[in-house]
Structures are given as C-alpha cells and as structure tokens.
C-alpha cells in the first residue's frame, strides 16, 4: 500500500492566514509565489467500446462489455465506452497541494488549496467541493478536468458542437510519475491511499509535487466518454482542466489539450499522438 505523505498540525489553517517557516530569507528579499502549472497531457492508451477482460484496481478480472464496466451501467446507464488515460502534468514551480476538511458551514468536505511561497510561507484558500467516490473508495476533489468528443475530419479540424461529454470531473490528483521520465530517483510525495491513522477521508492531503504527473489509466473506474449512437469517423478528444478556475495556476492559458482518433467498430485509434487544439 502507498504511502500518504505526513503533515504536522498546521497543515489546516485558517483561510487566508500566511505561516512562516524556518529558515526564511532576510527582509527585503523579493518572494516569488510558487504556483502550480496544470497541463493536461495526451493520453498514453485509448480503446474502443470493445468486450474484454481486464484488471484495474487489484480486483479479480471484471468484465468490459462495449467498453464499459458493470458498475458504469449500473450507476450511469453507460452503454458504449469510449476509454482513454486521462493524464495531468504539473510543469509549475510549486505543488498542486489540497488539504481536505470539513467546513461545518457548508456541511461537507472541502479542498484547500496551499500555494507556497520562495520565502517559506504559504497562504491556504478554498478551492472547490469534493465528493466520495463508491469504487475509488475515497474522495475526489471536483471541477478538475471536463472531456470532450467532436467530429471532425481526418486533420482534426471540428465540425458543429461536441457530440459526446465525458461524465466524471473528479479527480484524487497524487504523484504518479515524474514527467521527466529519465529522472529515475524522483521520489513520489503524494498519494491518495495510506496506510497511517490518517485514512482516506477529511484530513487528507494530496496534491501533485512540481514535475510529476498524475495518471488515470483508462481502465479505472468512470474514466470513458459514453459514445452510444455516435457512428465510425474521425473525432477530436479535447481534455480541459480546471474549467470553472477553482485552482491558483502559474499559467491558466494552457489547460487544453486535443488529440485526433478514429472509431471504426468496437476500435478507437489515436491517429495524431501530438496535443493540439
């Protein structure tokens, strides 16, 4: 079981309050801000609405059937999955850090996102709502990626509106792998299961460390666009993050990303590996 990292008892502070840490630089010196930069990152697998076997989650070979799991049909009515990895890059100087806890205002639990500085201080600020996930089996903060499928021709250029929407937004962002994938001695700092006394639920923290990806391969649970109806063609797969601009980015003007593909049948190919949009 990974490792959650362990944060001493001011990882929650008050909504607006600055910490000071040891070590700060002399007065006078300029502080620069760390901020994230989300990307969101061209998908590393897609597949079709085919029926197969598979095995995500450690769990004892579920059935795809037309590219959805049981527990997909049963919750959302899908039908025809199309399935894709759904990766998050953070090319920023600082983390993506989210703190849950519950806000007893608002009578759920809540993210905050910690935006540290170069001086050492950092500054707590409600980000978004967060929600349970039944099969993840922990929280996902919400607001974080939408997906989109449009028509288009061969070169990707779109044609009318989008034809299919992606149904999950939520993600439990945590270090996956580094986005350089030759820095073989990166050490993972956040993770969404551990083993500590803290669990899985309000208290947590997670977030992505400055350089690292999270990755959603495409057999997890709810990661798919539902495609019944739509027929063979060339189709355009935008990934757009943090629409509603609930996070503190270093750069908010980069958070699309589109790759072209084609469904023929039960297969979907990736034609153009390159994100464009």
């Given at each position: ?84 990895d759904g990766i998050v ?158 996070f503190v980015e270093a ?27």
């Open positions: 079981m990974r490792k959650l990292l362990i944060v001493g008892t001011a990882c929650i502070v008050a909504l607006g309050s600055m910490t000071a840490a040891p070590g700060s630089p002399r007065p006078g010196t300029k502080v620069k801000a760390l901020a994230p930069d989300l990307v969101p990152l061209p998908p590393e697998q897609i597949n079709g609405p085919t029926t197969e076997v598979v095995v995500p989650l450690g769990v004892d070979a579920p059935l795809i059937v037309d590219g959805c799991f049981l527990d997909e049909r049963i919750r959302k009515g899908a039908q025809r999955c199309l399935r894709f890059g953070n090319q920023g100087a600082g983390p993506l850090e989210l703190a849950y806890t519950l806000d007893s205002t608002r009578r759920m639990v809540v993210a905050q996102q910690r935006i540290f500085n170069s001086d050492g201080t950092y500054k707590d600020r409600f980000a978004t709502s967060t929600e349970y996930h039944p099969t993840h089996l922990h929280f996902h903060v919400q607001d974080f990626y939408v997906a989109s499928l449009w028509r288009s021709s061969a070169e990707g250029e779109r044609a009318g509106l989008p034809v299919a929407h992606g149904d999950k937004s939520g993600f439990c962002p945590e270090d996956s792998a580094p986005i350089d994938t030759e820095d073989k001695d990166a050490s993972r700092y956040y993770s969404c299961f551990t083993e500590d006394e803290r669990g899985v639920g309000p208290n947590q923290v997670v977030g992505i460390s400055a350089g690292w990806k999270d990755i959603y391969r495409w057999e997890l649970p709810d990661q798919f666009v539902e495609i019944t109806g739509i027929p063979d063609g060339f189709y355009v797969l935008e990934i757009e993050l943090d629409p509603n601009n609930v750069n908010e003007r980069n958070n699309k990303m589109c790759v072209v593909l084609e469904l023929a049948g039960s297969d979907a190919t990736l034609l153009d590996p390159q994100p464009r949009c």
